[in-house]
């Protein structure tokens, strides 16, 4: 039977490997990269140094992380691979470590990916752990609570709990999988019911600055960077923003803007058949159909603009009939 990631075995060739996510890596990422890391300790007998930027990690995201250590010095590679970015641009100022390997590949979940290395495994799944449950088992990688930990984590941080993304047969195998070791309950409560004082209060501005279109079909929100300084915001209090907004009865399409650095992150949702993924591309950014973002150095007057031209021709592209009813 032929083997589906064995030019994953192409790393043996290689005496310096580094695994590399994306800017601001959210909990896929994180847990992907600690993955990889131990996956080809434990089969291949090799050392593997990962990187992502980022200004600070998230205190809920530093227990995924273990005892690896994320950005050390950096060295020359033979080999780089991408994890759960969709190009090169998003992987910040550790993109020439990429560059620069003799060996480069991808693994990833994005529909908006254009890489075309040599190790390549691009699939349109809930999310990056779930392509590496499918590399784990064709290498009888056995699990075990760290390793499950990580892969749920990384499931249901992107599937904002099995509601968004494009979810298939494998992630509720992995699911499955997972919670022999580990209790559900225990991962929900840790991520979606944790919010703080302050992430609610972001989420009532965020409804006090929020814009309905097209009957209540299209959601537009921003918080301004003076409003964030006042306030004293975190980027820890957006992170479930969006998906609240989107969850408002009738919205079909969401954007919510709020500052990142000197620029603004435009976090955007769609319920199906709608598509905001390829809005992000156009954009630079990158996504999922459901799910997608981007960052821009415009205000938020002119992305909310901009927007609601891209979400009115996306409503306009597709017929009503289009859409499927659940029963």
Not at 34 to 52: G, P, Q, R, S, Y
């Amino acid at each position: 039977m032929q083997k589906k990631y064995k030019d994953l075995k192409k790393l043996k060739n290689a005496n310096s490997i580094c695994l590399i996510a994306h800017i601001d890596p959210d909990v896929d990422a994180l847990s992907s990269l600690v993955l990889m890391k131990d996956f080809i300790k434990e089969k291949f007998n090799k050392h593997a140094d990962i990187f992502a930027e980022c200004e600070t990690l998230q205190d809920s995201y530093l227990p995924i992380l273990d005892d690896a250590i994320l950005n050390p010095e950096i060295r020359e590679y033979d080999a780089a691979i991408i994890i759960d970015c969709p190009n090169v641009e998003r992987l910040g100022k550790y993109a020439e470590l990429y560059k620069k390997a003799k060996i480069k590949g991808v693994i990833d979940h994005h529909a908006t990916n254009n890489l075309n290395p040599e190790i390549k495994f691009v699939e349109i799944v809930s999310s990056t752990c779930e392509i590496l449950y499918s590399i784990f088992n064709e290498y009888n990688y056995k699990l075990n609570k760290k390793i499950s930990s990580r892969l749920y984590s990384g499931l249901i941080t992107d599937t904002n709990n099995f509601s968004v993304g494009a979810m298939t047969k494998t992630s509720f195998e992995l699911a499955s999988a997972c919670i022999k070791y580990i209790n559900p309950h225990d991962y929900y409560n840790y991520f979606f019911l944790n919010s703080t004082l302050k992430s609610k209060r972001a989420f009532a501005l965020s409804i006090d600055n929020s814009k309905t279109y097209e009957g209540g079909r299209i959601i537009i929100s921003h918080i301004s960077k003076s409003e964030a300084d006042n306030l004293e915001f975190d980027q820890d209090d957006y992170t479930s923003i969006s998906n609240q907004l989107a969850g408002t009865q009738g919205c079909e399409l969401m954007c919510f803007i709020y500052p990142k650095s000197d620029s603004y992150y435009v976090s955007m949702r769609a319920r199906e058949p709608y598509d905001v993924a390829q809005i992000a591309k156009k954009h630079g950014g990158g996504g999922h159909v459901g799910a997608a973002a981007y960052l821009s150095s415009a205000n938020t007057k002119t992305i909310e603009s901009a927007i609601l031209k891209e979400f009115k021709l996306e409503l306009n592209s597709k017929k009503e009939g289009e859409r499927k009813s659940i029963f």
